[in-house]
Antibody
Framework: QVQLRESGLRLLKPSETLSLICDVS?????????WSWVRQSPGRGLEWLGE???????NYNGSLKGRVTVSVDSSKSQFSLTLTSLTAADTAVYYC???????????WGQGILVTVSS | SYDLTQPPSMSVSPGQAATFTCSGD??????AHWYQQRTGQAPLLVIY???KRPSGISERFSGSRSGTVATLTVRGAQVEDEADYYC???????????FGGGTKLTVL
């Protein structure tokens, strides 16, 4: 079973850039799966942010207006999330997840709480 | 943008069936999937592709889809089933992934 673990800075200031890494273990980053990021603001629902295929092909949530970038480093079995121009509204638990065959999120990381505050 | 609509909350007595609905205009042509999220935990896939159950998920969980509405049913609800339940699907293009707002289940 694939296991995922998020890491990165947990406290950022408004206007700064969020950078998170997801380490993939127990399975190959190659193949038919897509590697995704989903976030959940405190007390709110789930929001898909974007995803990457091992080839580097990406797909993003259009509502984020170009602020989000997802990339993959196959040599390290990692993929990453970058979110620019942060505001307090970006405070959330950020999850990395496996999008099985591009269909549904099969496995999730434990999540990392990122707080944006001055 | 595309939306999936779920009632915000539901309450059932132990042993009763809990039925969750999710409505969306693209559902006639896109699969629905369901997640259970207990407090402080990551979401857990309980139904995929409308009605399939992942390994390890109780047979009490079942799903269906008809027209613009997808349904998740939990038979014989137990206190351990208390959680938020989210439906997930894609828009008509298949490129934008969307979660419903979630339904909070209380069993008491």
């Amino acid at each position: 079973q694939v296991q995922l673990r998020e890491s990165g800075l947990r406290l950022l200031k408004p206007s700064e850039t969020l950078s998170l890494i997801c380490d993939v273990s127990g399975g190959s980053i190659f193949g038919s799966n897509w590697w995704s990021w989903v976030r959940q603001s405190p007390g709110r629902g789930l929001e898909w942010l974007g995803e990457v295929y091992y080839t580097g092909t990406t797909n993003y949530n259009g509502s984020l207006k170009g602020r989000v970038t997802v990339s993959v480093d196959s040599s390290k079995s990692q993929f990453s999330l970058t979110l620019t121009s942060l505001t307090a509204a970006d405070t959330a638990v950020y999850y990395c997840a496996v999008l099985y065959a591009g269909q549904f999120f099969q496995y999730w990381g434990q999540g990392i709480l990122v707080t944006v505050s001055s | 943008s595309y939306d999936l609509t779920q009632p915000p909350s539901m309450s059932v007595s132990p042993g009763q069936a809990a039925t969750f609905t999710c409505s969306g205009d693209a559902l006639p042509n896109q699969y629905a999937h369901w997640y259970q999220q207990r407090t402080g935990q990551a979401p857990l896939l309980v139904i995929y592709e409308d009605k399939k159950r992942p390994s390890g998920i109780s047979e009490r969980f079942s799903g269906s889809r008809s027209g613009t509405v997808a349904t998740l049913t939990v038979r014989g609800a137990q206190v351990e089933d208390e959680a938020d339940y989210y439906c997930y699907s894609t828009d008509s293009t298949g490129n934008q992934r969307v979660f419903g707002g979630g339904t909070k289940l209380t069993v008491l």
